[in-house]
Structure formats: structure tokens, C-alpha cells
């Protein structure tokens, strides 16, 4: 795309969805370490001074595309659970959750890095107590009183696991996305009668 076909872009369209998206390309290609406001401005045909009409700085951009790819996970893997029936809820979230990371390996670490972000963001806090519902975990509202039960921390702990392990490819190297299916359906309904009981 030619920079003023990326310019006429953002003149009809939403410069912060655009950025954001910009985010997540140069994480799929590049890694979080190349995501630059100058370059995002760039890429998406604007001027660099445009992009703090909407973020004050880098942690800002990088909150709000953890704010984004938390909502995105949570949609996601709700859709799965409330197509499930209802003894299979925590086997579907679990599944969901894991390959939501798998398919989306960039958002999903950029929403736990909170050296890069602010983890004391109300938008983020709300987006990762709708990722804690998932799993009945209840979450924390970001204040001092941590009130996770011991089962649900082993819920989100032993998925949120599981999902590092196959995105950083410990556990899906050299195996068949059939066996790690299978694998993963396995480990899971090990864990749903703990937590059932």
C-alpha cells in the first residue's frame, strides 16, 4: 500500500484500531521488542505527533493493545464454553484459553507482560477479571485483597501453563497437532474433578 492509500486509510478509519492492529502485526513478525510509536505512525500513514492524540507513550500503546487481546481472549473463549454442555464448561475454557494462545502467540504473552504495560490500568484490570471469570476464578479487582481460591489459582496456573508450554513450543515441537489435542484434552479432565470437588 502506497503511503498516501495508507494516509486516505486513515482518514476514513479509526487511527487508535489501526495502530493497535499495526501492533500486533510487527509483534507476529518481528516481536515485541521492534513495536516503536515512530514506527507504528509509519506503518499506518500518520504523522508520529498524531499518535499521542491517543497514547501518552509506549507503555500506553502497549496497555491498550494488552486491554484489546485480553477482550478478544475472553470473547473467544466464551463463545467456546457456552457452546459446550454443561459438564464439559471447564474442559471447553480450558481448551479455549489454550488455543486462543496457540493461535494468537503475540497477544497473549503481551497481555501477562506487565514490565511493558501498566498493570494498574482499570481498563486492564477489568478486561483480566473478564479473563478470570473464565475459569471461575473471580479475579481481583487490582486491589491488595487476593481473592483466589486455591483451586482456582490451580485452574488458571496449571492452563495458563499449559498454553506457555505449547506457545513456546516445549510441549508442540515435533508432535502432531492430533497427539497434542488429545494430550491437552487429557491433562485437562485430570484436573476437572479437583476442581469439581
Known sequence: MSKQ???????????????????????ARQGLEAVTMRGCAKAVGVAHSALFRHFSDKRDLLTAFAIRSARRM???VNEDVSRAAAKKKFLAAGLGYINYA?????????IF????????????????????AILALGGHGGGNDLSLSPK???????????????VDGSLSRDVTEDALEKLLQKTLRQLAPVLDG
Open 152 to 166: 482456582a489459582l490451580l485452574a488458571w496456573s496449571s492452563v495458563h501453563g499449559l498454553a506457555t508450554l505449547c
Open 74 to 76: 475472553a470473547a473467544a
Open 5 to 27: 492509500a495508507k494516509r486516505r486509510a486513515y482518514h476514513h478509519g479509526d487511527v487508535y484500531q489501526a495502530v493497535l492492529d499495526e501492533v500486533e502485526r510487527t509483534v
Open 113 to 132: 507482560r506487565e514490565d511493558v504495560i501498566d498493570p494498574t490500568d482499570a481498563d486492564y484490570l477489568q478486561a483480566m477479571d473478564g479473563l478470570a
Open 102 to 110: 496457540r493461535r494468537n502467540p503475540g497477544p497473549f504473552r503481551v
